[in-house]
């Protein structure tokens, strides 16, 4: 699967129609299911412009005063973790992509954009609904069975459509000159719905992993004093000497990966990959958990083994797959990357993590449910 997407050009690098999302919720304006043509091409240029490698060194401040605040929130009230992760992703991409400060979970921008992603994560799921496998459904008048995806696809379009038109609106006085204003728009609001729950789950995974494995934990705590002044707080520029801490964000990609399954891609002609033939217009949906999980009889795939990214030759790092493969990786890669390993960092070096505790004092199991949508 990775040799096939990474090595054969932008052979796939379209985007399957899904009649519910890129149809009826429109989507098929934002980045992410925009199909390759001219369109793709200009958001991939304004994203360059902004979310390059180089480019997302002018956020490196927002980035740690926002994780260092997410570290004050969990001091107050650790119990509301998830909130506050969520809130801490929303200021951050907020920040950086529209200028925006948030403060609370309840504002109007985070409540947009939550309720309108909840929708969008479920849409972009093949097979959600029967209508994108059996297209000329769409034709089916809504008072006959199986057509609530019009309900769905109508009320979810009304969702995105006010959230990427209201943030649009507050920073259009600020539009780059020469830049369609429609494909910025898109543009913008795409780097929230890439980044918001893809960030957040990644946290929670890593918070969630820590309580489970605290001798893992342990470890991370101990490079992060050794490397660490006293009363100084983790930086960027400290991600190159914490090989620990980032082996355990490398690790929690592979245990729970944000996406089990990558939006589906279509072929753009017919092609010959080693004895197999494909035609144009094949559907490609990555397994993104089975590469993941592959069989290893050093460090089995159920094995929390954050060691394996620090061995002479290393598990290959799942940042080269998780956020998809060659033309259709996520555009916030490296504002995510860089975001999730300050809070992973800030936080292993303040707080201890571990289950919750019962009344008689015995540690409760944790017990995780995860959503069905297309972000875990």
């Given at each position: 699967?990775?040799?096939?997407?990474?090595?054969?050009?932008?052979?796939?690098?379209?985007?399957?129609?899904?009649?519910?999302?890129?149809?009826?919720?429109?989507?098929?304006?934002?980045?992410?299911?925009?199909?390759?043509?001219?369109?793709?091409?200009?958001?991939?240029?304004?994203?360059?412009?902004?979310?390059?490698?180089?480019?997302?060194?002018?956020?490196?401040?927002?980035?740690?005063?926002?994780?260092?605040?997410?570290?004050?929130?969990?001091?107050?009230?650790?119990?509301?973790?998830?909130?506050?992760?969520?809130?801490?992703?929303?200021?951050?991409?907020?920040?950086?992509?529209?200028?925006?400060?948030?403060?609370?979970?309840?504002?109007?921008?985070?409540?947009?954009?939550?309720?309108?992603?909840?929708?969008v994560s479920c849409a972009t799921v093949l097979g959600a609904f029967?209508?994108?496998?059996?297209?000329?459904?769409?034709?089916?008048?809504?008072?006959?069975?199986?057509?609530?995806?019009?309900?769905?696809?109508?009320?979810?379009?009304?969702?995105?459509?006010?959230?990427?038109?209201?943030?649009?609106?507050?920073?259009?006085?600020?539009?780059?000159?020469?830049?369609?204003?429609?494909?910025?728009?898109?543009?913008?609001?795409?780097?929230?719905?890439?980044?918001?729950?893809?960030?957040?789950?990644?946290?929670?995974?890593?918070?969630?992993?820590?309580?489970?494995?605290?001798?893992?934990?342990?470890?991370?705590?101990?490079?992060?004093?050794?490397?660490?002044?006293?009363?100084?707080?983790?930086?960027?520029?400290?991600?190159?000497?914490?090989?620990?801490?980032?082996?355990?964000?490398?690790?929690?990609?592979?245990?729970?990966?944000?996406?089990?399954?990558?939006?589906?891609?279509?072929?753009?002609?017919?092609?010959?990959?080693?004895?197999?033939?494909?035609?144009?217009?094949?559907?490609?949906?990555?397994?993104?958990?089975?590469?993941?999980?592959?069989?290893?009889?050093?460090?089995?795939?159920?094995?929390?083994?954050?060691?394996?990214?620090?061995?002479?030759?290393?598990?290959?790092?799942?940042?080269?797959?998780?956020?998809?493969?060659?033309?259709?990786?996520?555009?916030?890669?490296?504002?995510?990357?860089?975001?999730?390993?300050?809070?992973?960092?800030?936080?292993?070096?303040?707080?201890?993590?571990?289950?919750?505790?019962?009344?008689?004092?015995?540690?409760?199991?944790?017990?995780?449910?995860?959503?069905?949508?297309?972000?875990?």
């Amino acid at each position: 699967m990775q040799a096939l997407l990474a090595k054969t050009g932008n052979m796939f690098c379209s985007r399957l129609h899904l009649v519910v999302a890129s149809e009826l919720m429109d989507l098929v304006n934002s980045t992410a299911l925009a199909p390759f043509g001219k369109r793709w091409k200009s958001h991939q240029k304004f994203i360059h412009v902004t979310f390059s490698l180089s480019s997302i060194r002018k956020y490196d401040r927002v980035l740690e005063d926002v994780a260092f605040q997410f570290n004050e929130a969990l001091s107050r009230t650790s119990e509301d973790f998830v909130n506050h992760s969520q809130l801490t992703v929303g200021h951050i991409i907020m920040n950086t992509t529209y200028g925006i400060s948030v403060d609370s979970p309840n504002d109007q921008y985070i409540f947009k954009a939550k309720e309108a992603m909840t929708m969008v994560s479920c849409a972009t799921v093949l097979g959600a609904f029967l209508v994108d496998l059996v297209p000329s459904f769409k034709y089916l008048p809504t008072w006959t069975p199986f057509t609530s995806f019009h309900h769905i696809g109508h009320h979810g379009r009304s969702l995105v459509a006010k959230l990427v038109e209201t943030l649009f609106q507050y920073v259009k006085c600020e539009i780059a000159q020469n830049v369609f204003e429609h494909n910025v728009k898109w543009v913008c609001a795409s780097m929230y719905a890439a980044g918001q729950e893809v960030i957040s789950s990644s946290i929670l995974n890593m918070i969630m992993a820590m309580a489970k494995y605290s001798e893992k934990m342990k470890i991370a705590q101990a490079e992060l004093d050794e490397v660490l002044s006293t009363d100084c707080h983790p930086t960027i520029a400290d991600r190159k000497n914490l090989l620990y801490v980032h082996a355990i964000i490398k690790e929690t990609l592979c245990w729970h990966p944000p996406l089990p399954m990558d939006i589906a891609q279509c072929s753009l002609e017919d092609m010959q990959y080693n004895k197999y033939f494909i035609s144009k217009g094949t559907i490609v949906i990555p397994n993104i958990w089975n590469i993941a999980h592959q069989a290893d009889e050093v460090f089995p795939p159920d094995m929390f083994a954050s060691e394996q990214f620090l061995q002479p030759n290393p598990t290959q790092d799942p940042s080269e797959y998780c956020f998809g493969f060659r033309c259709r990786v996520c555009p916030g890669k490296y504002l995510a990357e860089n975001s999730v390993f300050l809070i992973t960092a800030l936080v292993l070096s303040a707080f201890d993590i571990s289950p919750a505790v019962a009344p008689d004092g015995t540690k409760i199991p944790i017990s995780v449910q995860y959503s069905s949508g297309l972000v875990r």
